[in-house]
């Protein structure tokens, strides 16, 4: 089993930065793969920027392509989404998700689900408003 915890998001004002965090727990193996996803009320859920751990290839979003960074500390196997220059349309509930060894596109353009081989966390949410 593994166990996903985010944290890390609330409100900011347009312009602003926020970082999330990933926090892994249980039977974490260190190359599954890890995104970001979100999802905003009336909307589809989003992959916002996934990491293939197994060779540390990223893949994100048109949307915040430039602006949000994925990366990871080992030494505490949580992994962090660092947020530049948000925008309203940001505004999200943002949920951290892992799975088996997958190319990160791959995995942002279709997560495993958690019924499957995925393991999602409980989600952050985070307001860009002024």
């Known amino acids: 089993q593994v166990q996903l915890v985010e944290s890390g998001g609330g409100l900011v004002q347009p312009g602003g930065s926020l970082r999330l965090s990933c926090t892994a727990s249980?039977?974490?193996?260190?190359?599954?793969?890890i995104g970001w996803f979100r999802q905003a009320p009336g909307k589809e859920r989003e992959g916002v920027s996934c990491?293939?751990?197994?060779?540390?290839?990223?893949y994100y979003a048109d949307s915040v392509k430039g602006r949000f960074t994925i990366f990871r500390d080992s030494a505490f196997n949580t992994w962090y989404l660092q947020m530049n220059a948000l925008k309203p349309e940001d505004t999200a509930t943002y949920y951290c998700a892992a799975e088996p060894p997958r190319d990160a596109q791959a995995m942002c353009r279709d997560p495993a689900p958690d019924y499957g081989t995925g393991y999602w966390g409980k989600g952050t949410l985070v307001t860009v408003s002024s």
């Open positions: 249980g039977d974490i193996v260190d190359y599954y793969a």
């Open positions: 990491i293939d751990n197994s060779d540390g290839s990223t």
